[in-house]
Nanobody, 121 residues
Framework: QVQLVESGGGLVQGGGSLRLSCAASGRTFYAMGWFRQAPGKEREFVASISWSGGTTNYADSVKGRFTISRDNAKNTVYLQMNSLKPEDTAVYYC????????????????WGQGTQVTVSS
């Protein structure tokens, strides 16, 4: 059974940090990404990472504050979030591409259930 399971969300004060994890199982995934959706807003891209970890992409709104990484031995991708702001409040989703292709062309066919991140002011 293919699964992506996120964890690590919670309530944090502005300026604080959280580390999200996404454990994948059931098959091999290549590009992986994090997305988020705030109440009343569309889901937006946050960050992505290639299979090797050598290529990463970030939304402008999180550059310099968030870091995506992965441990293929553990089939897990991480999102380290520092200097959190109230506008980072959202449900964060992990997504995975089952095909080998350039990171910029990644197609995320598999999604986790999401984990809530709430940043207080």
């Amino acid at each position: 059974q293919v699964q992506l399971v996120e964890s690590g969300g919670g309530l944090v004060q502005g300026g604080g940090s959280l580390r999200l994890s996404c454990a994948a199982s059931g098959r091999t995934f290549y590009a992986m990404g994090w997305f988020r959706q705030a109440p009343g807003k569309e889901r937006e891209f946050v960050a992505s990472i290639s299979w090797s970890g050598g290529t990463t992409n970030y939304a402008d709104s999180v550059k310099g504050r968030f870091t995506i990484s992965r441990d293929n031995a553990k089939n897990t991708v991480y999102l380290q979030m520092n200097s959190l702001k109230p506008e980072d409040t959202a449900v964060y989703y992990c997504a995975a591409d089952p095909m080998v292709r350039p990171l910029v062309l990644a197609t995320y066919d598999y999604w986790g259930q999401g984990t809530q991140v709430t940043v207080s002011s």
